[in-house]
């Protein structure tokens, strides 16, 4: 069994920051290190996207071009963690923000475990 458990969400006014967290636990995970794990949003009426994937396994990095320059994916593998640092907030970033964790692949579709999200609102 895994289990992914984000956290850090809240209400931030424009220009500010938040730094979400997602947990990995269960036997599953026990080799969190070889997992690529990535943060992925959905935002009111509108299709879930994704924001940034890191694997220190595969020397992957990615971000989207909305995340590039204002948000940073990191982890701890040793206490099973992913962080998302979000600098820059503006309005758009409001959304859901979900964490998930594959073998071999991130993106939308595939990756086998979720979390049920965390959310971020940004006011004006």
């Known amino acids: 069994e895994g289990l992914l458990v984000e956290s850090g969400g809240g209400l931030v006014q424009a220009g500010g920051s938040l730094r979400l967290s997602c947990a990995a636990s269960?036997?599953?995970?026990?080799?969190?290190?070889?997992?690529?794990v990535g943060w992925f949003r959905q935002a009111p009426g509108k299709e879930r996207e994704g924001v940034a994937c890191?694997?220190?396994?595969?020397?992957?990095?990615y971000y989207s071009d909305s995340a590039k320059g204002r948000f940073t994916i990191s982890t701890d593998t040793a206490k099973k963690m992913v962080y998302l640092q979000m600098n820059s907030l503006v309005p758009e970033d409001t959304a859901v923000y979900y964490c998930?964790?594959?073998?071999?692949?991130?993106?939308?579709?595939?990756?086998?475990?979720w979390g049920k999200g965390t959310l971020a609102i940004v006011s004006s």
């Open positions: 998930a964790a594959d073998r071999t692949l991130c993106g939308l579709e595939g990756m086998d475990h």
């Open positions: 269960g036997s599953t995970f026990d080799d969190f290190d070889e997992y690529v």
């Open positions: 890191i694997s220190d396994r595969y020397s992957r990095l």
